[in-house]
């Protein structure tokens, strides 16, 4: 079922001529995880937040186009984003961690017996548990980002948004959210997520937006990180680059297991 | 002190600023004064004493330049209670505690967030300018030595402070919308600061207090 439809979206910042999103379509289904890629600039974390409902209601700003979201508002079965920086996210009104993933649940005007199970099970997904009595100023910045995407997750929406959630995780902390992401398709929820890690990218994503100044410049499964024209815009995955930086034949290996099979065929 | 309930903390800092304004002066003034300073006092030196009185030391001075001394020691008085009042009241009253109070009492979640929140503006900015001055020392700027120097170092904090702090303000009203503080939202209190019988007494014998005093100075 589709949970998401973007239509002809055009998204204008305030005061800006230029738009940040241009005539970008998209459908993203329930248990579907979608990967936006794209420079710094093509409009990764605009999209996600016209995807939240949060521009232009929040931000200002113009948008033409529709987009129809099947779900209720924020929380739960509605919509939740991970932005890119935890310590902006802290609501400064909690006194331990438990109580800053409750945050949001509480807002929701939840039974407290709710709110204790999801954040507890968001705890434990995002592999926090023992942190449960910390302050959150005290943590580390790996350690707050598990926190507020335990925030998000706790309020259980159809619809997660990622906006780079592996930029403060070490590499055991983004295996950890790739899986994660992963499972929460698995539960039914459809997920956005823009990133820079793209080597993760082929197993996790089900389908890649390639974004540039605004517009979706091409949008199909993962194999499209191995293609000539994303590899020389820098966007292809490691193993893809390094084959075409020396010279090797088409088509590029996307991933490591890929290399090793086209090298022993050549 | 911090574990009485948040609306009695605030019902006694404001009783002692409309004390002060209420009766008359400079005996008034005197006694708050004198009760603002030893509530800001208990919380240290550092913490609540020293930050009273340089806060109120700059009015002290434009008032002693603009009025006579009488005039100076009334005005003078008053607003060094406002002042103490407020630090020992930041200092004692975690905004936490505020909102789970305010909500628990029937506000809305955005209402008491947005009272909370003016309480911790003060020390998130002042943890926020050490750090913009630590930055600006890797950078080989010096906020010690002459006028100079330091003129050059408040330049070079007020701006990048200004700046970041409005830029927050925008990922900040983002974060706390996906986090379901919208208007209307009835937040679920997670854990209520218990109101117990005396502490609601002690609350409107306060009010009543200032009642008094307004109907005794029209009289």
Known sequence: ?266 | MTRLHPFTLLALAAALVALAWLLPAPGGGLATVAAALGLAGSRGLRRGLWPALATAAPFWLFLFILHDVPTTVALGLRITTMVASVVWLVAVLAPARLVEAMVAAGWRAGTAYLFAATLSAVPVLKARAQRIVEAQRCRGLSPRGGLGPRVRALRALALPLILSALHEVDERALALESRGLVPGARRTPLAPPPDRGAERAVRWALVALCVAALVWRLA
């Open chain 1, 1 to 266: 079922m589709t949970r998401l439809s973007l239509e002809h979206v055009s998204f204008w910042y305030p005061a800006t001529d230029t738009p940040a999103l241009a005539d970008v379509s998209l459908e993203v289904a329930g248990g579907e995880v979608v990967a936006l890629v794209g420079a710094v600039g093509a409009g990764a974390s605009t999209l996600l937040l016209v995807a939240a409902d949060l521009a232009p209601r929040v931000v200002g700003g113009r948008l033409e186009g529709a987009v129809d979201f099947r779900g209720r508002g924020n929380g739960e079965g509605g919509r939740g984003i991970v932005l890119p920086t935890p310590w902006t996210q802290v609501s400064g009104m909690a006194f331990t961690v438990w109580d800053e993933v409750a945050f949001g649940p509480a807002n929701l005007g939840w039974p407290r017996e709710q709110i204790t199970r999801h954040v507890d099970r968001a705890l434990a997904r995002l592999d926090i548990a023992a942190l449960r009595d910390r302050e959150p100023a005290t943590l580390s910045g790996g350690e707050l980002q598990r926190v507020i995407i335990a925030g998000i997750l706790a309020m259980d929406p159809a619809l997660v948004l990622f906006d780079e959630p592996t930029a403060e995780l070490d590499p055991a902390g983004a295996r950890m959210l790739w899986r994660l992401v992963r499972s929460l398709a698995a539960e039914g929820k459809a997920v956005i997520v823009a990133t820079s890690d793209l080597d993760a990218l082929p197993d996790v994503a089900d389908r890649v937006v390639w974004l540039e100044q605004g517009r979706a410049k091409k949008i199909g499964p993962p194999a499209l990180l191995a293609e000539d024209a994303l590899c020389a815009a820098g966007l292809g995955t490691a193993v893809a680059v390094v084959w075409r930086a020396g010279g090797l034949p088409r088509p590029y290996p996307l991933t490591v297991d890929d290399a090793v099979r086209l090298w022993r065929h050549r």
